[in-house]
């Protein structure tokens, strides 16, 4: 069955893991800005990384079949050095108009810091005046409940940015309701111990009747799984989902956000 | 459905309480979340994932002044 993977960072990932996909169903993969692993030292490189995600990874994807798209954006965690972030979200419009750039993201917050805010802040601005698509990370473990509300509170400071345009990702059970309740997208990430198994994905998206929610990875340079989301498709089959249903969530769901922009032709 | 894998989980989970007590680690915050956190498995509403999620998070509601590391440790210290 296919199914498009909304949240991987590819770039960590190697061509053993698109092949994986490739034979595994996925038709696309959606490719968020986020953190290294270390801190970038200066603007120039995310100017390169920009490169990297909306140039060169779309021709290695292609090599297994696969659609490539991405986000742009400095990451929470460092967004603390507010001259970097500055520096960075400058340098981001020259980007917008590359044919995979779905829009901004993965913003969010980390700590839950003032300057983190500030940027995130500075972020929706921009994606409100390119009329963007959001993707928001919220913060891991003990921060993600004050992080979940800090972002759903700024974001009411934006009233030209529809709820509908914005994916809140990496809920879990004690965010899911302020995120859907509120009107946005909310993204269920399938990601070993600091995240959800595919049993907790599952309980919720039956609570919630799958209604605008995506799963994915995030398979990045850490301990993640790339195929997390057919092995959640495959437990779905278990627990008695009908292939309609699991369409829905799998590529229903996603192709409906991500179609929102018009560079996201599947 | 899922009862071995729980099973199994709650196993780890009082062997990883036996292991810390030997290494006399009771007193670590993060022990302490844990065990406040498993008070909640007794509820008998079917909200305890939502409910250990909470006991483990921050309550507080304002912004801190500035991020002094970058990881999350996994339970809340005040």
Known sequence: ?266 | MGFMDSRSKLIDLAAFLDRVQRAGQEGDFRVKALKQAIQVLNSDQPQRAREVLMSFSDPTADPIPKAMTQGAVGAYSA
């Open chain 1, 1 to 266: 069955m296919k199914y498009i993977e909304p949240h991987g960072h590819m770039v960590s990932r190697t061509t053993d893991d698109y092949e994986r996909m490739a034979l595994a169903g996925c038709q696309a993969i959606c490719e968020p800005a986020f953190w290294a692993g270390f801190d970038r030292a200066s603007a120039a490189g995310f100017y390169d990384y920009f490169r990297q995600i909306t140039d060169y990874e779309p021709k290695r994807a292609a090599k297994f079949g696969i659609q490539h798209y991405c986000w742009l954006c400095i990451n929470p965690k460092e967004a603390e050095d507010t001259k970097l972030a500055d520096e960075v979200i400058a340098l981001i419009p020259q980007f917008l108009d590359k044919p995979g750039v779905l829009g901004i993201g993965e913003i969010g917050l980390n700590k839950n810091s003032r300057n983190e805010l500030v940027i995130f802040e500075k972020h929706v601005q921009l994606a409100q005046d390119h009329h963007q698509l959001v993707l928001i990370h919220t913060p891991h473990l003990e921060d993600k409940l004050k992080g979940t509300r800090l972002i759903v509170e700024a974001l009411r400071n934006f009233p030209k940015i529809k709820p509908e345009r914005v994916i809140i990702d990496h809920v879990e059970e004690h965010t899911i309701d302020a995120v859907l309740d509120a009107g946005f997208w909310a993204g269920i990430t399938l990601y070993p111990e600091s995240k959800c198994t595919p049993h907790r994905a599952i309980d919720m998206l039956e609570q919630r009747q799958g209604e605008q929610i995506w799963m994915n990875s995030a398979c990045d340079w850490g301990v993640s799984d790339p195929l997390a989301v057919p092995k959640t498709m495959q437990q779905m089959r278990k627990r008695g989902w009908s292939d309609d249903m699991i369409n829905k969530v799998a590529w229903e769901n996603p192709r409906a956000f991500m179609g929102q922009s018009s560079r996201f032709v599947l």
